[in-house]
């Protein structure tokens, strides 16, 4: 069955730096998006992406967060300038449309900044 | 909020027994998903009941849905030990993004 791969794993980053959290979605699919999960919170909605460009995002997506689909098959979170409180599991989910559909998530990228 | 709030949240029960789950919100939704976390791993989406429906089955899984009451239940019947997990309902208000509860940990003891 298809799946939606995200990479690394876990990203250790000091404070300050930037970092870019990657995914590839499933191919036929057409729509992507971004949430994040603060260890013991709920999974919050970040954007959502859909022919090359922004059809939704959260208060939390601000100047910090861009998104961006490189070429075919990757999609990219880059978090510019990570804040302390930006440590979090991001998952990354692909869906054929954008309502009524199951969204598939990855296994998550764990980002944690020192 | 336009969240999805499980109750309750932490759940043990003996291998064979059935488990349920409970999932409010506060505005129409377009639908209502429930998901499944294993520890460490990414959400795996189990079922997905539109707001024009009231009950629905996948294997041992029933979801019902009350729109009166802006509400869900998840029941996993004949649990198994690899249900352990936590579960998440999702509400989508057709605005192309899901709203998660805080999720109910489900220990099934074998």
């Known amino acids: 069955e298809p799946e939606v791969t995200q990479t690394p794993s876990h990203q250790v980053t000091q404070m300050g730096q930037e970092v870019i959290l990657r995914c590839v979605p499933i191919?036929?699919?057409?729509?992507f998006y971004w949430y994040r999960q603060i260890l013991g919170q709920k999974v919050e909605f970040l954007v959502s992406?859909?022919?090359?460009?922004?059809?939704?995002k959260s208060e939390i997506f601000d100047d910090q967060f861009s998104v961006e689909r490189p070429d075919g098959s990757n999609f990219t979170l880059k978090i510019r300038s990570t804040k302390l409180e930006d440590s979090a599991m991001y998952f990354c989910?692909?869906?054929?449309?954008?309502?009524?559909?199951?969204?598939?998530f990855g296994d998550g990228t764990r980002l944690s900044i020192l | 909020s336009q969240q999805g709030e499980e109750d309750p949240q932490a759940l043990s029960i003996q291998e064979g027994e059935n488990a349920t789950m409970n999932c409010s919100y506060k505005?129409?939704?377009?639908?209502l998903q429930w998901y499944r976390q294993n520890s460490g791993r990414g959400l795996v989406h189990l079922i997905l009941?539109?707001?024009?429906?009231r009950e629905k089955h996948s294997g041992r899984l029933r979801v019902t849905l009350d729109t009166s009451k802006k509400s869900s239940s998840l029941l996993i019947t004949a649990s198994r030990a690899a249900d352990t997990a936590s579960y998440f309902c999702?509400?989508?208000?057709?605005?192309?993004?899901?709203?998660f509860g805080k999720g109910n940990q489900v220990v099934v003891i074998p």
């Open positions: 191919s036929n699919h057409l729509y």
């Open positions: 999702a509400t989508d208000y057709g605005n192309n993004r899901l709203a």
């Open positions: 009941i539109r707001s024009n429906e």
């Open positions: 505005t129409s939704i377009n639908n």
């Open positions: 989910a692909s869906s054929e449309r954008a309502v009524g559909q199951p969204q598939h």
């Open positions: 992406f859909y022919n090359n460009e922004i059809s939704e």
